[in-house]
């Protein structure tokens, strides 16, 4: 594989990672942060692995079946958390995007 051939992949990841700085942004404005501490750890890790996923996919790297696997499990885990806030609309779109990204992730990984 080349990174064109990374293109929906990139694209996603790229959407993932600005959606889940977002949220992290949006829940540290909540007046209630201590109930939404599971979801700015998972949204900030779900940032760095979707960018980490993006630069792998770009380099065409050895090593883009291994972080797209982890990618899509975080993808999905951050998901699973924002899911349990879907009345903050950062955290539905959050949910949405990471739903997303993790699929592509997931076939990226099979690939």
Same mark, same amino acid.
């Given at each position: 594989?080349?990174?064109?051939?990374?293109?929906?992949?990139?694209?996603?990841?790229?959407?993932?990672?600005?959606?889940?700085?977002?949220?992290?942004?949006?829940?540290?404005?909540?007046?209630?942060?201590?109930?939404?501490?599971?979801?700015?750890?998972?949204?900030?890790?779900?940032?760095?692995?979707?960018?980490?996923?993006?630069?792998?996919?770009?380099?065409?790297?050895?090593?883009?079946?291994?972080? +797209? @696997? #982890? &990618? *899509?499990?975080? %993808?999905?885990? /951050? $998901?699973?958390? =924002?899911?349990?806030?879907?009345?903050?609309?950062? +955290? @539905? #779109? &959050? *949910?949405?995007? %990471?739903?997303? /990204? $993790?699929?592509? =992730?997931?076939?990226?990984?099979?690939?």
């Amino acid at each position: 594989m080349n990174n064109i051939q990374y293109k929906a992949g990139i694209a996603d990841c790229n959407a993932c990672t600005n959606v889940c700085r977002q949220c992290t942004y949006a829940c540290l404005q909540e007046p209630d942060i201590k109930k939404l501490l599971a979801c700015i750890k998972l949204t900030t890790d779900c940032a760095r692995i979707t960018e980490l996923a993006v630069k792998c996919m770009i380099a065409d790297s050895a090593y883009i079946k291994q972080t +797209c @696997k #982890l &990618c *899509a499990e975080i %993808c999905n885990a /951050c $998901a699973e958390e =924002c899911e349990k806030h879907a009345h903050m609309e950062h +955290c @539905k #779109l &959050c *949910a949405t995007d %990471c739903r997303t /990204c $993790a699929i592509i =992730c997931l076939e990226i990984s099979k690939n």
